[in-house]
């Protein structure tokens, strides 16, 4: 091997640094050109004999923490139960029960609205039929379209039958375990002095989160999976949720006459292509599964 001088060593590749590049890659170059400058990195410290950063205890954590950080986002922003998107225990990931790495994922842009969807291939109410995740992209730190991306060129060399939310460990991959999830939840939570999430916390407040910031009700129960009435216990909120519902409907209505006072002296090409869209609208709205009410049983609807 060459000899090391003090230029070369002044030049090691350092494990935040690995962390920090490869962290801001995601969304701005693809998984396979990522792997490629990792692995020129690697060649260059082994042709300069230098020890590769890569299985540090740093490096590692990283792993873990993209993939933890990546299920609680899609969990809270899919509205998610944490037994759809996580695994009971590392020895029971089920390829048809679990979601894997090789699962259809499709991302969409329409406008300036950027989304991927995740399809699940097991839910509590669809059961074997499965769902589909619907994650949009969203200014803020929990952003799911983001965590999806990170997870994905993070741990892309996991296996396709590996779990979606799994991480590459020293000797191959480890699932997302739910208890631990949790328990690393009530880590965070308890340093600030706030009391710890159960296994439907993530589902409750996507729902009310969706809800309060204005996303309207079917959109919301189309987000969820809910084709009965257990979807209105999930509202936790009544305060900000219906006042605020309300003050959009009153808002909608104005638009609305507005709307048909415009199209009083609107051209007749203006007045057809508006019909094409109210046409459009409504067919979109007929495919909406109808809500069933629920026999009240004084159970819990989960």
């Known amino acids: 091997m060459p000899k090391r001088s003090s230029w070369q060593d002044g030049r090691k590749a350092q494990e935040q640094h690995m962390v920090q590049a490869s962290s801001d890659s ?8 990522v792997e490629n400058w990792l692995a020129g990195l690697w060649a260059w410290h082994t042709f300069h004999n230098f020890p590769f950063p890569g299985d540090t205890p740093t490096i590692q954590a990283a792993i873990v923490a993209v993939a933890f950080w990546a299920v609680i986002c899609v969990a809270f922003w899919g509205i998610a139960r944490l037994g759809e998107v996580m695994v009971p225990s590392v020895n029971r990931f089920i390829l048809g029960r679990h979601v894997h790495k090789d699962t259809a994922v499709l991302w969409s842009t329409h406008g300036d609205a950027q989304s991927v969807s995740v399809h699940i291939p097991w839910t509590k109410t669809t059961q074997r039929t ?8 969203e200014d803020d730190c929990t952003c799911p379209f983001r965590a999806v991306q990170q997870q994905l060129l993070t741990n892309a060399a996991l296996p396709s039958d590996a779990h979606f939310f799994g991480f590459l460990t020293s000797d191959g991959w480890q699932p997302m375990v739910k208890r631990s999830v949790i328990t690393r939840c009530n880590e965070i939570w308890a340093r600030y002095g706030l009391q710890g999430p159960s296994g ?5 407040g996507g729902t009310t989160h969706h809800l309060t910031r204005g996303t309207d009700v079917k959109v919301v129960q189309q987000l969820g999976w809910w084709t009965s009435d257990a979807f209105y216990i999930y509202w936790c909120n009544m305060q900000a949720i219906i006042p ?9 209505a104005d638009i609305i006459h507005k709307v048909d006072a415009f199209l009083l002296d ?17 067919e979109m709205s007929s495919t909406l599964p109808p809500v069933r009410k629920k026999a ?7």
């Open 130 to 137: 499965g769902a589909t995740l619907i994650l949009t992209h």
């Open 200 to 204: 439907h916390s993530f589902r409750i």
């Open 26 to 33: 995601a969304g701005c170059m693809g998984t396979s050109a």
């Open 296 to 302: 009240r049983t004084g159970k819990t609807h989960r």
């Open 244 to 252: 605020l519902h309300v003050h959009n409907a009153a808002r909608r």
């Open 266 to 282: 609107a051209s007749p090409e203006v007045k057809t292509r508006w019909e094409e869209i109210e046409k459009a609208r409504e």
